[in-house]
């Protein structure tokens, strides 16, 4: 019984996984300002703005992976708490994945698979206001 639990446990998992975004980069729904990266010093960010819809979104966290030497990024998962209508969010990308971007080959995952090449440019004053607090 164990066995066929942990089984049906990995199969649940690996269901739920997934390697594309759950939302197109230029969706209305989700995002007033579609995902872009910005670059503060030596660090990076994605960065967008939540849509405001009527409808209350929820956080998402963006997923960042290593593939034919290009950084892919994605939304696989969001949680259902908060309500982040017309606010923006950033999250710091890791080390590992800074020479892509200084190659410019940074990419968002849409749901179909098709790439869509991220824009890279430096922090403004309001970004450095938000990434500080």
Not at 10 to 31: N, P, Q, R, V
Not at 41 to 53: L, M
């Amino acid at each position: 019984m164990k066995k066929l639990i942990c089984i049906f446990s990995i199969l649940l998992i690996t269901a739920c996984t997934t390697t594309s975004s759950l939302m197109e980069h230029d969706s209305s729904k989700f995002f007033r300002h579609p995902p872009s990266i910005i670059k503060n010093n030596n660090s990076y960010f994605i960065k967008w703005k939540y849509a405001d819809p009527q409808i209350g979104l929820f956080f998402m966290t963006p997923s960042f992976k290593e593939e034919n030497n290009k950084l892919l990024v994605y939304i696989s998962t969001t949680s259902s708490s908060g309500y982040l209508n017309n606010q923006y969010a950033y999250f710091e990308i890791a080390r590992k994945f800074h020479n892509h971007i200084k190659q410019d080959s940074a990419f968002w995952i849409n749901p179909d698979k098709s790439l869509f090449k991220l824009k890279i440019t430096d922090a403004n004053k309001e970004d450095l206001k938000r990434i500080k607090k």
